[in-house]
């Protein structure tokens, strides 16, 4: 089982950043994608950056948020962050962080549903 919490979502104004948290604990190693989605109301729930923990190779929604959104990890906290910067009000929604594994094969996941493990979500406004 794999717990994960979600924190550092607010409310910015467009062009400002924001850091997001994803603390993991219970069976999260370093075999495990740590994904990042978000959910805008009445959408469905998209991709946004994951993270291999054990290479920190990362990949990236790359309409959207490539080159604004970085997604990275802290091993002593067990930690994955999303940092967001020069941030549009189209980036307003729910966060989720998610994590998948363990995982042997060399492939990215970029659907929710590949996904086993959720947070509760940290909301995200961006203003213009």
């Known amino acids: 089982q794999v717990r994960l919490v979600e924190s550092g979502g607010g409310l910015v104004q467009a062009g400002g950043s924001l850091r997001l948290s994803c603390a993991a604990s219970g069976r999260a190693n370093s075999f495990y994608h740590m994904g990042w989605f978000r959910q805008a109301p009445g959408k469905n729930r998209e991709f946004v950056a994951a993270?291999?923990?054990?290479?920190?190779?990362?990949?990236y929604e790359p309409d959207s948020v490539k080159g604004r959104f970085t997604v990275s990890r802290d091993n002593a906290k067990s930690t994955v962050y999303l940092q967001m910067n020069n941030l549009r009000p189209e980036d307003t929604a729910v966060y989720y962080c998610?994590?998948?594994?363990?995982?042997?094969?060399?492939?990215?996941?970029?659907?929710?549903?590949?996904?086993?493990?959720w947070g509760q979500g940290t909301q995200v406004t961006v203003s213009s």
């Open positions: 993270l291999i923990w054990s290479a920190s190779t990362t990949y």
């Open positions: 998610a994590a998948k594994g363990p995982v042997y094969v060399r492939r990215e996941y970029r659907r929710a549903d590949e996904y086993e493990y």
